[in-house]
T-cell receptor
Framework: SQQGEEDPQALSIQEGENATMNCSYK?????LQWYRQNSGRGLVHLIL?????REKHSGRLRVTLDTSKKSSSLLITASRAADTASYFC???????????????FGAGTQVVVTP | NAGVTQTPKFQVLKTGQSMTLQCAQD?????MYWYRQDPGMGLRLIYY???????DKGEVPNGYNVSRLNKREFSLRLESAAPSQTSVYFC?????????????FGSGTRLTVV
């Protein structure tokens, strides 16, 4: 079963608007990561937030983590057509001593940014 | 450019045929992974290698075998392909397990089994 689940499944916005997507997960984590995938390409790492962190920024990206609610959000500010992609959250879950580093991915949020 | 290289990019197999997907990274990463991506399913871990000389099963290992040939290379073998193995396969690597590093992904192998 999937550890992380993104919401919404799809998002359509206009250039300049903000895009927000959420990720919920089931078990305790070491860290949570967000990735972007352009159509027909591999995944690209965007940002990592550790379990003891609440918020991180990277350029136009802002990620929050609420471990009490087992949820995270990714905000893309002032979106551009080039931000059109699928976005995945991935969790590094605490399962056992040897479970570190094995990421579990959600099904993703498809974001379309129209000019 | 540094990164993860996968070959081939596309492959069509007949049911029962075998093939090996190749993956190589030039970032001196210790850990390597094989995932498959199916529509609406996200990525599912097939096998991983925490370090050179070790491999272990992931979430969906049945029908696959792997070899960590050296620190750079991690191959995935389908011994007898089945239509259920039609998927896009991604190889990834990361610096050190458990230290909270992001993965670097290859561009994928699109496999169709007919």
């Amino acid at each position: 079963s999937q550890q992380g689940e993104e919401d919404p499944q799809a998002l359509s916005i206009q250039e300049g608007e903000n895009a927000t997507m959420n990720c919920s997960y089931k078990t305790s984590i070491n860290n949570l990561q967000w990735y972007r995938q352009n159509s027909g390409r591999g995944l690209v790492h965007l940002i990592l937030i550790r379990s003891n962190e609440r918020e991180k920024h990277s350029g136009r990206l802002r990620v929050t983590l609420d471990t009490s609610k087992k949820s995270s959000s990714l905000l893309i500010t002032a979106s551009r057509a080039a931000d059109t992609a699928s976005y995945f959250c991935a969790t590094d879950a605490i399962v056992a001593a040897d479970s570190w580093g094995k990421l579990q991915f959600g099904a993703g949020t498809q974001v379309v940014v129209t000019p | 450019n540094a990164g993860v290289t996968q070959t081939p990019k596309f492959q069509v197999l007949k049911t029962g045929q075998s093939m090996t997907l190749q993956c190589a990274q030039d970032m001196n990463h210790n850990s390597m992974y094989w995932y498959r991506q199916d529509p609406g399913m996200g990525l599912r871990l097939i096998y991983y290698s925490a370090s050179e000389g070790t491999t272990d099963k992931g979430e969906v290992p049945n029908g696959y075998n792997v070899s960590r040939l050296n620190k750079r290379e991690f191959s995935l073998r389908l011994e007898s392909a089945a239509p259920s193995q039609t998927s896009v396969y991604f190889c990834a690597s990361s610096e050190v397990r458990g230290q909270g590093h992001g993965y670097t992904f290859g561009s994928g192998t699109r496999l169709t089994v007919v």
